[in-house]
């Protein structure tokens, strides 16, 4: 993948998910469109999400630093 778009896919996917681990949208889609079941699971889910989203922005960040320097 190249560097920009390795950065951009990891900064889409932490904001994407921060608002989905933080804020109640989530929750509120699924409940309206009739997945409520699932709500208990979503930790187990968005948790591991949001640091391997986090871990790709940080690497991506670190990759693109390394380019430059050299």
Request: with cysteine; hydrophobic share 55%.
């Amino acid at each position: 993948m190249k560097d920009k778009t390795l950065l951009k896919t990891g900064l889409i996917g932490t904001a994407v998910t921060a608002l989905c681990c933080f804020t109640p949208i989530l929750v509120l889609l699924a409940g309206a469109v009739g997945l409520s079941a699932v709500i208990g699971v979503l930790d187990y889910v968005l948790l591991p999400a949001l640091a391997l989203f986090i871990c790709l922005t940080v690497y991506a960040l670190w990759k693109r630093k390394n380019r430059l320097s050299t």
